[in-house]
């Protein structure tokens, strides 16, 4: 399981890379192992709001729906648009080619909520117990 | 506790994804699912498909007491051969969909649906009027090599001569000098065999299928490609797309229905069924707009709901939205429009002819 350790991470299994007053949101390498082929993807516009907690998107793999929860709240800056024709993408590369929003973030302190990757690590393997 | 078949710990070493199915702990994958899919579509996949059921008739009245519970004509189900069909209640719903295989004039082995293995049992005994129906589910394992090199693969291992066992037809012979039932049937729409063998026998009968398919290119395959390749082929899935409210009229299997064989458990329903005529249809669609149809989402006409989906997927031979759905007669035409709701809106969907997909001509 890749956990890298500069990015923040949810219990829902999205990671964030905050990157000054903007975050890169994405679902983790657990998270796309769990998930299996991933065939389809429903994100969000830019100009949408998202907020903490709530679903923004959802990810479909040959089995399952599963819906994508955002780490901060804030508004959409830019989407992944290519994953649309290739989610496979995720599989491959979650955490770099495989992101899927960049949010303006509203209120800086709700990243203190979020995992760090030895946190996160942890809850994963508390999770598969 | 889940049930697991004699192949548990094989799937376990070989790093399988587990998940319980109907009662079952199944490998739903081991590469995964699209790389199996393909394949079984292009080479050839190894299933085990242990969590099936077989339920035996023997003796004098074996054949007589089938014919009245199957919707087929077993009377043209010659020694040797396999036959699909259906076991009805009195009001047509559908007990499972099953393959009957008559290994001798008087010996009829009945391959049932593993979540249906002791509702089949019960229902068979109870209404075969004293004739001898024996369960022997934990008497067998099954494996599937189901693909365009499975018989280059198989024959490898027999010496029975593949060329003369037909689709739909099986013999008794040693595979890897295991005493098995080879039967040319399957749920992937390719070419392929089903093994029936002893439990104790199926590890060493799986492993040698592996190490003979690899030159090849066998993967083993797990229930999520079983699912997808299944579904191209629109194959229905019982629990899925039918159950015991659903009649094989509603469910696309008239073909399996044979009104002039004489009488047989759920008869007089279906006739009434035919001449009042359906309320509902199965159909196959594929979605227009964006998305994946799934079990159980609503079907929409103008706005309102109409119908239901009963199978989904992406299907990964033809990269489209394919599913199958209960719809009203007057959207169950090829070309008949519809949409499906998915999270909320409405997808564009259209009745296309079945299968979805099908193998080249020749391909045996």
Redesign the interface.
């Known amino acids: 399981m890749n956990v890298p350790d500069d990015l923040k991470y949810t219990r829902e299994h999205e990671w964030c890379r905050v990157e000054g007053s903007r975050a890169l949101v994405g679902i983790t390498d657990h998270a796309q192992d769990q998930l299996?082929?991933i065939?389809?993807l429903?994100l969000p516009d830019v100009g949408d709001a998202v907020r903490k907690g709530e679903a923004f998107g959802?990810v479909?793999?040959?089995?399952a729906?599963s819906d994508i929860f955002a780490p901060v709240t804030g508004k959409v800056v830019e989407v992944n648009d290519p994953l649309?024709e290739s989610p496979e993408t995720i599989n491959e590369d979650p955490y770099e080619e495989g992101w899927l929003i960049r949010v303006e973030i509203s209120d800086p302190a709700e990243l203190g909520d979020l995992l760090d990757a030895a946190g996160y690590r942890k809850f994963v393997e508390d999770e598969a117990e | 506790m889940p049930l697991r078949t004699p192949l548990y710990d094989v799937h376990v070493r070989a790093g399988a994804r587990l998940v319980e199915f109907a009662g079952w702990e199944m490998p739903v994958q081991y590469a995964g699912i699209l790389a199996e899919h393909e394949a079984v579509r292009t080479r050839a996949g190894l299933f085990d498909v242990s969590h099936m059921g077989e339920v035996v008739f023997r003796g004098p009245r074996a054949m007589e007491a089938l014919q009245r519970l199957f919707t087929n004509d077993l009377s043209r189900c010659a020694v040797g051969q396999a036959m699909y069909g259906c076991i009805c209640r009195e009001t047509g719903g559908i007990v499972d969909d099953v393959v009957a295989y008559r290994r001798a004039a008087d010996d009829v082995l009945v391959c049932v649906n593993a979540a249906n293995r002791t509702k089949d049992f019960e229902w068979l005994r109870d209404h075969a009027g004293g004739a001898e129906v024996a369960n022997e589910s934990d008497a067998w394992a099954q494996l599937a090599l189901q693909g365009p090199r499975a018989a280059a693969v198989l024959q490898k291992l027999t010496a029975l001569r593949l060329g003369s066992v037909g689709t739909y037809r099986f013999a008794s012979a040693e595979v890897a000098g295991i005493p098995c039932l080879v039967a040319r049937t399957g749920y992937t729409g390719e070419d392929g065999f089903e093994l029936f063998c002893a439990p104790d026998r199926a590890t060493r009968l799986w492993e040698a299928l592996l190490e003979a398919g690899a030159p090849e290119g066998v993967a083993p395959a797990g229930l999520g490609a079983r699912d997808s390749l299944r579904l191209e082929v629109a194959y229905r899935l019982y629990g899925s797309d039918m159950d015991d409210g659903a009649t094989p009229l509603e469910a696309g299997l008239a073909w399996v229905v044979k009104f002039d064989k004489g009488e047989f458990v759920g008869r007089e329903a279906l006739v009434r069924q035919r001449e009042g005529g359906l309320t509902r249809k199965l159909v196959g669609f594929t979605l227009t707009d964006p998305g994946i149809p799934r079990h159980g989402y609503p079907v929409l006409r103008d706005g309102k709901p109409a119908g239901v989906v009963t199978s989904g997927t992406k299907s990964p031979t033809l990269h489209l939205s394919i599913g199958l759905a209960y719809v009203p007669p007057a959207l169950a035409a090829e070309g008949s429009a519809f949409a499906v709701e998915i999270r909320g809106r409405a997808a564009a969907a259209r009745v296309v002819k079945t299968p979805f997909y099908q193998r080249k001509k020749g391909d045996t």
Do not use: I, L, N, Q
């Not at chain 1, 479909?60 to 089995?63: F, P």
């Open positions: 299996g082929d065939v389809y429903e959802v479909e793999s040959t089995k729906v649309s």
